[in-house]
């Protein structure tokens, strides 16, 4: 089992751009997630998704789109680029309200 | 809101020695507790669990200590080794609007372990 895996590794952007995050589990998991992670302000969940074709807002929505198209992918997407959104993007997935395994993150950086 | 905090933003101790992680929450609705490591330049690893139901549990040189009445969550590493030098994360499963969870994470500390 791969576990978690995100694609790309690293990404720089300049503003304005639009990019897409690929999160892939291969645990059979119901729930994934996307989260940010910056200095000093932890993770914070952007939006997650409870089954295939359904997703919901978490914390830090804005700027960001997501989908779940198949069960074992989340898309994250950025549709024009801000420097704000600088950070390291985790994805995570779990069984119903049980532990969530992460990704080893992509790191963004948006000029 | 509620939310999960860190007592010690950073701890160092010396290898061998045994290292205790301290972690206070705020929201006695919450059942579940995650302590997660996280390595330089890598993912959250998921270290153990412990359910409101629970006072302690045991892993493989790790033991969580669960204290609802002052809301407080321990993790204790023995004989604390080089490779255990990480971020440390506390996080609770809380639920959140009707029958949906959230996972709340402290912001870390940073164990360091000196040869």
């Known amino acids: 089992n791969a576990g978690v895996t995100q694609t790309p590794k690293f990404r720089v952007l300049k503003t304005g751009q639009s990019m897409t995050l690929l999160c892939a589990q291969d645990?059979?998991?119901?729930?994934m997630y996307w989260y940010r992670q910056d200095p000093g302000m932890g993770l914070r969940l952007i939006h997650y998704?409870?089954?295939?074709?359904?997703?919901a807002k978490g914390e830090v929505p804005d700027g960001y789109n997501v989908s779940r198209l198949k069960k074992q992918n989340f898309l994250l997407g950025l549709e024009s680029a801000a420097p704000s959104q600088t950070s390291v993007y985790f994805c995570?997935?779990?069984?119903?309200?049980?532990?969530?395994?992460f990704g080893p993150g992509t790191r963004l950086t948006v000029l | 809101g509620e939310s999960v905090g860190l007592h010690l933003p950073t701890l160092s101790v010396q290898e061998g020695d045994n290292s205790i992680i301290n972690c206070a929450y705020s929201?006695?609705?919450?059942?579940?507790f995650i302590w997660y490591k996280q390595e330089s330049g890598k993912g959250p690893q998921f270290i153990i669990d412990?359910?409101?139901?629970?006072d302690k549990r045991q892993g493989q040189r790790v033991t969580v200590l669960l204290n609802k009445t002052v809301k407080h969550l321990s993790l204790q590493i023995a004989a604390t080794q080089p490779g255990d030098s990480a971020v440390y994360f506390c996080?609770?499963?809380?639920?959140?609007?009707?029958?949906?969870?959230?996972?709340?994470f402290g912001k870390g500390t940073l164990l360091t372990v000196n040869p």
């Open positions: 995570a997935s779990s069984s119903a309200h049980q532990t969530q395994y």
């Open positions: 645990m059979n998991h119901e729930y």
């Open positions: 998704s409870v089954g295939e074709g359904t997703t």
């Open positions: 929201n006695s609705a919450s059942d579940y």
């Open positions: 412990i359910r409101s139901n629970m």
């Open positions: 996080a609770e499963n809380e639920l959140s609007g009707g029958s949906n969870y959230k996972l709340t």
